[in-house]
């Protein structure tokens, strides 16, 4: 007997936008191995043309790992023809009106054909120039509404945004709506309009200034971290998503809406199979850093929460949701995704699974021999890690900036490389600073109903393929057995 969710993709034709990102491919993978049944994926990827699309299709995503578990069950013959008969790779831009489309066919295709709408696309870079964030975070975003409102069959929209719209202040951060033009400064009124002008001010005059290409990039980036930081966010990124959220919220008429706000997206749990990821993500360049013996000093704060969730466990809540809200008229619903409510784990619990992992089977240097770890020195506070940092680096360094005056030939380079390294440290932690330090817990009194009324109405899953329960996660297991291993076998490919 088919599961429910199962039963829901059966005969849909969905389209997925950002289709290379490591969420997409998830889920995309997830539909095809339970759900075979599929009527038709459009999958919306940057490419010059179809047949650039159809390249990235088949490298970025058919032929990657992920799909090992299909390719063995199906063979590889089968499984090339699932996928032509299943996905229409479709080049496109979501920051473009129509989606970038220029196939009008295939538009009037699209447009008559789509049943759910998946925005996955996104910018996540957190300093991120403003013209590409406001492009596709926020303007994108509402790119992608007004295309699925033209899809006469559109039973549901779901957009995934992040948790951390939320800003970097305390307690307990419920699943609400943004209202159009809110800010968390408590400012005056937030008008994305003028963000817009704004910005294409700024452009306008850095090209009339004649201005290279970097400084264009680095001004569009700082104008991004202003905006966002003098209405109350911690940077662009999370400034330009909720934004986005705004547009959608207040121009969505009565498509049905769902939102998605997940934590701190980390390597599958179970599905298709555990430990796949793909790129460092938010908490693993600190692992993998530690792994390699560079991480002698660290700013956190030991009992902090972080906020950590499988990529499966991500997926399956949204397959769940869209199963729970197609077709429910005017509906505007918001899931957090992630643990700190139901199964909190510290960054102290993360430290010490990380320290004993790296003791026990330490990474190979490149003479063949093993890096050793030590658990370092972890500072709670910016004030002491910056104190830190001037009498372990920066007096050291300006040491050897006098001798590179004195004596020019002698430590220059050295000095320059140390200098341009130090700088690029404490950029990165006053960017991550806001997560490092979060004091928040995301309710997740939207989800459990959803958990909970799948179980009223006995919703029994092909082996747990639908789970989405943070309670059943072990971390100490998870970040030992599944994750570390992950990172290294798919991501440092050792």
């Known amino acids: 007997m088919e599961s429910n969710c199962v039963q829901f993709l059966g005969d849909k034709t969905i389209l997925i936008t950002g289709a290379p990102g490591f969420l997409a491919k998830v889920l995309v993978e997830k539909i095809l191995r339970l759900q075979p049944n599929v009527k ?60 970038g489309l220029k196939d009008t066919d295939l538009l009037q295709r699209m447009w008559s054909e789509i049943d759910i709408i998946i925005n996955i696309a996104a910018t996540t870079n957190f300093d991120e120039r403003y013209d590409i964030g406001l492009g596709i975070n926020t303007f994108g975003a509402l790119n992608v509404l007004n295309f699925a409102r033209k899809c006469v069959k559109a039973q549901l929209l779901l957009h995934v945004s992040t948790a951390y719209v939320c800003g970097e202040y305390r307690g307990l951060f419920l699943e609400k709506p943004f209202k159009m033009g809110e800010t968390l400064s408590g400012n005056k009124k937030l008008d994305i309009n003028v963000e817009f002008e704004l910005m294409k001010q700024k452009l306008k005059e850095l090209e009339h200034q004649d201005c290279s290409e970097e400084e264009i990039s680095q001004s569009m980036k700082d104008l991004g971290m202003t905006r966002a930081k003098l209405h109350g966010w911690p ?37 298709p199979f555990p430990g796949w990821i793909e790129g460092l993500r938010t908490i693993d360049s600190v692992i993998v850093a530690f792994g390699k013996g560079r991480l002698k000093c660290f700013l956190a704060d030991s009992n902090s929460v972080f906020d950590l969730i499988p990529a499966d466990m991500v997926v399956n809540a949204m397959i769940a949701a869209a199963t729970a809200h197609s077709g429910e008229t005017g509906i505007q619903t918001i899931y957090h995704v992630g643990s700190s409510f139901q199964n909190p784990v510290t960054f102290g619990q993360l430290h010490d699974n990380t320290a004993r992992y790296f003791t026990k089977k330490p990474l190979v240097a490149r003479n063949g021999s093993p890096i050793i770890v030590s658990k370092g020195t972890i500072l709670p506070t910016m004030a002491q890690f910056s104190l830190y940092m001037t009498l372990r680096y920066k007096l050291p360094l300006q040491i050897l900036r006098l001798i590179n005056i004195i004596y020019p030939w002698s430590e220059g380079d ?7 390294k130090l700088k690029l440290a404490m950029r990165l932690v006053e960017l991550y600073e806001p997560y490092l330090l979060f004091k928040g817990i995301f309710d997740d009194l939207n989800t459990e109903r959803l958990r909970i009324r799948r179980k009223e109405k006995n919703i029994k899953e092909l082996d747990g393929s639908f789970e989405f329960d943070p309670k059943t996660i072990n971390w100490d297991d998870y970040i030992a057995n599944i994750h570390i291993p992950g990172l290294i076998t798919y991501v440092l490919k050792q």
């Open 40 to 99: 038709k994926m459009y999958l919306l990827l940057r490419a010059s043309d179809d047949k650039a699309a159809m390249q990235r299709l088949r490298s970025e995503v058919v032929e990657i790992d992920l799909f090992r578990v299909l390719r063995k069950d199906l063979g590889e013959e089968n499984l090339n023809a699932l996928v032509r008969e299943k996905i229409v790779p479709v080049p496109g831009d979501i920051s473009v009106h129509n989606l």
């Open 235 to 271: 940077n662009t990124y999370v400034f330009t998503k909720a934004m986005g959220e705004m547009l959608m919220g207040d121009s969505r008429g009565n498509l049905p809406f769902v939102i998605i706000r997940p934590t701190m997206i980390t390597s599958t749990i179970a599905e």
């Open 414 to 420: 050295k000095y320059t490389d140390l200098s341009r």
